[in-house]
């Protein structure tokens, strides 16, 4: 499963001077789609933080966060700040995944296709790993089911390749399962 | 017509795209409304679509997520592979790979088992046609 948002740490500081010997350490964590792009984001967000500019400033280290259990789902809680036609506005959104980086991906495709917000113009606060009980949405507590159970009412019938694939068919499909 | 196959945890499913073509997975748990986590005794635990799956008819009796000990007990238990190998859908399947792996000796076998069986089956009805006329 490719994913193309990665969460990266980064961790930079300001260039030490005649006055300040040892600057502060800041450390972040971000998704970007790769490494010059987190730089990039880290330094934006910095500026609006602390009096630092990447001219001032200098990268510590960069590196790629990976998901420590890809095989198990989880419920992931995201706030995040997001620039409509209007405004600035916050959000909180709930999303079922097995990693992280997957559902930051669901929530930049449901912002886009829900609120046609690109995904430059949302920052995400905070994530955070939500245990079933504490889950606000609807859409996610109704699988909160040990014994779900639902039929597959429609269903398409696809070549198991795209080479088989053929614009004309001799029949019309069977939709039923 | 209710249905009568369902997504449920322990439903056997087999996949119809992508990678993993051709084989059976259990579906371990569901992930949202199109994706199920899946398992299977010979890879990683992992999602996919629903669109990939084909349900089957098997169900198995597993917990939510078990380990892979577990599901390969409970796979044996409920005798998967056998169900699988003599239901006519896995039958079907088996029949296909094979003809698709022949070569072309294999192929004039066939041809001669094909023309010996036709032989037979005519003397039958010769015999049968005898008989009533």
Known sequence: ?177 | MPFKRYVEIGRIALVNYGKDYGKLVVIVDVIDQNRALVDSPDMVRGQMNFKRLTLTDIKIDIKRVPNKKTLIAAMEAADVKNKWENSSWGRKLIVQKKRASLNDFDRFKIMLAKIKKAGVVRQELAKLKKETA
């Not at chain 1, 792009?37 to 500026?47: G, I, P, T, V």
């Not at chain 1, 602390?50 to 990976?66: R, T």
């Not at chain 1, 980086?101 to 046609?116: D, F, K, L, P, V």
């Not at chain 1, 507590?141 to 004309?168: A, C, E």
């Open chain 1, 1 to 177: 499963m490719s994913y193309k948002f990665h969460q990266f740490q980064v961790v930079g500081r300001a260039l030490p001077t005649e006055s300040d010997e040892h600057p502060k350490i800041y450390r972040m964590k971000l998704w970007a789609t790769n490494e010059v792009r987190a730089k990039s984001k880290f330094w934006y967000y910095l500026r609006k933080l602390k009096k630092v500019k990447k001219s001032n400033g200098q990268m510590l280290a960069i590196n790629e966060i990976f998901e420590k259990n890809p095989t198990t789902i989880k419920n992931y809680g995201i706030w995040l700040r997001y620039q409509s036609r209007t405004g600035y506005h916050n959000m909180y959104k709930e999303y079922r995944d097995t990693t992280l980086n997957g559902s930051i991906e669901q929530m930049y495709t449901e912002m886009a296709s829900r609120h046609r917000v690109r995904h430059h113009c949302i920052q995400v606060i905070k994530t955070a790993t939500i245990p079933a009980k504490l889950c606000k949405r609807e859409s996610t507590k109704q699988f909160h089911n040990s014994k779900i159970k639902f039929p597959l009412v429609f269903k398409k019938v696809r070549p198991p390749t795209r080479k088989l694939k053929t614009t004309y068919k001799a029949s019309r499909p069977n939709l039923f399962v």
